[in-house]
């Protein structure tokens, strides 16, 4: 048989990652196999075999097409604003906007947060993110203790209980979104909540 081209492959790789996000979506990681996503995208799964070893790999490249970006994306925002707490709304907003803007960044993080169960097979997934959890914990936390240090929050603040508390809001954000059909948040009030969030931190500052 020969070989494709880099094109088509690329192009069937693809395909083949589109099935599995509606797939994995649709059924959930566990109860989702690659006869599932061949018959869904028209493929064998020899063609699937072709590009990846088996259904782990292919969800891990499911993820990279829009975790890799927001990684780099939280690596900018911390190192262009001067304003911690600035830095701190647009490392959020993006992120949660983003769940407007783009579709897949949607199916995606629906499947990562409402689909699958990060144990057995996805054990190694559970450990990097872990380990990114704990890099943004580590720079949330040195952003609010340089807020403190500029007087933009409130002098008695706790950095490490004010990085789990924003987390901990974030999160609640996604899953509100992602979850509650009946009660969809809009991308402009999910912007009020975040500038309210962030404008009582501001507040707690100001001397009474």
């Not at 099935?19 to 995208?41: C, D, N, P, Q, V």
């Not at 995606?108 to 943004?136: F, K, P, S």
């Not at 040195?142 to 789990?164: H, N, S």
């Not at 009030?189 to 309210?196: A, F, S």
Request: overall charge negative; proline content about 2%.
């Amino acid at each position: 048989m020969a070989r494709p081209c880099k094109a088509d492959s690329e192009q069937t790789r693809d395909k083949i990652l589109d099935a599995a996000e509606y797939m994995f979506l649709e059924h959930g990681y566990g109860k989702t196999s690659l006869e599932m996503i061949a018959r869904a995208g028209g493929f064998t799964r020899g063609a699937i075999y072709w590009h990846f070893t088996d259904k782990v790999s292919l969800f891990n490249a499911m993820l990279q097409r829009v975790k890799l970006p927001m990684e780099r994306m939280f690596e900018q925002k911390i190192e262009q604003e001067s304003d911690p707490l600035q830095a701190l709304y647009e490392m959020c907003h993006a992120s949660l906007m983003q769940l407007f803007a783009d579709d897949r960044h949607y199916r995606v993080h629906a499947i990562l947060l409402t689909r699958c169960e990060q144990v057995g097979d996805l054990a190694d997934l559970h450990q990097h993110d872990v380990e990114l959890h704990n890099r943004i914990k580590q720079r949330c936390e040195a952003l609010f203790l340089k807020a403190r240090d500029m007087q933009l929050v409130a002098a008695d603040l706790d950095e490490k209980l004010a990085a789990l508390a924003l987390k901990s809001y974030v999160m609640g954000l996604y899953l509100t979104i992602l979850r509650e059909q009946h009660e969809q948040l809009t991308a402009e009030q999910v912007q009020r909540l975040l500038t309210v969030y962030f404008d009582n931190m501001r507040r707690a500052a100001i001397p009474h």
